[in-house]
């Protein structure tokens, strides 16, 4: 852990701004910053303060580990009745020929392809398909921990679980008993987007609400279901729109503490409806990933994507507030390189991984999906001139 008093004299004799020099004392000294603050560190900080700052906060809670997992992404489809703007990857029935639908078989043999593979997750998203509803999915992940009982499912946003639901006209509650009891183990945090019923209006109007996205996962965590939760940046959003949208989560895992993870997703511009916006620039990913570290408070892990991001990116925000930099993905995991990112070809083995993780001088530490250790690469010897 970060000595305190020389992460004070260099945050506080950089600092000439009275605000700011409160709200960095607050942080040092545990004290939650109010939305306001989190508004102020947006509007008004530097990023060598935000940095220093999110460091302090990231090592107090994590030392200098970097997370990642072994896991494989399956995407059933990308036939989608929503059509949000920002959305590159979607395809709606009506130009079907364009989009994909794997059969069970194809999903099952997939699992199969990887019986002696130590992955430990499978993590399974897609497209709101109008045929593959409830039932269909909860007889999926049967067969699926058939084939594979030790592989944690984490699966369908919670604009995916809406839509199920309401479909088969059962509440959230029975409908997440179903998949639980059928061997859904956790939610992934996608489909938040950005809260704010205005903006939320205007980029994504028919897909469930913030409520929704809230209760719906509210009702995971009660069920004994844990959950990441995902923010969309740099669209068309102010500061005061993300310091909200933190703030509702904030609220709701202090009342649940049921979120492993915050997962800040930048906005790409290829391929969608809004593609005359211009991406925010790295700086401003790296400012908002600290923002967010520095703000969610009860939340023990950030996130960087490495595939939406890029690797370079991603190994800079692990001094910017990051802990965590998700698996060794394969190439099955198509929404970002359709959106425009540097990742084409989003696949990383573990020791690249623990190399990207060693590079940037931090602890690289292979975890499950509920951050237990798997293994602790710190020893492994790794050649970082070549
Ligand atoms: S973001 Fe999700 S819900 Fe929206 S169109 Fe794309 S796949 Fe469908």
Known sequence: ?????????????????????????????????????????????SLGFLGLLANYVREKKNGDKVYFNRNIHIEPTNICVYDCKFCSYSRLLKHKEEGWELSENQILDKIRSYQNEPITEVHIVGGVHPKMGLHYFASLIKKVKEIRPDLHVKAFTAVELDYMCRKAKVSYKEGLEILKAHGQDSLPGGGAEIFDETIRKEICADKCTASEWLEIHETAH????????????GHLESFAHRIDHMER?????????????????????KGNQMSHLKEVSRIEDLRNYAVSRIFMDNFNHVKAYWPMIGRTTAQMSLNFGVDDVDGTIDDTTKIYSMAGSEEQSPALTTSQLVRLIKEAGRRPIERDTVYNVVKDYSKEEVDLMH
């Open 249 to 269: 989560l904030r609220q709701l895992q202090d009342k649940t503490g049921g979120f492993n993870t915050f997962i800040p997703l930048k906005f790409r511009n």
């Open 1 to 45: 852990m970060p000595e305190h008093s020389t992460y004070l004299t260099s945050l506080l004799e950089a600092q000439k701004d009275v605000e700011l020099r409160k709200i960095a004392q607050k942080v040092l000294d545990s004290v939650r910053i109010s939305a306001y603050e989190g508004q102020l560190l947006y509007e008004k900080a």
């Open 222 to 233: 009660q069920l004994g279901m844990p959950s990441n939760a995902t923010m969309l940046y």
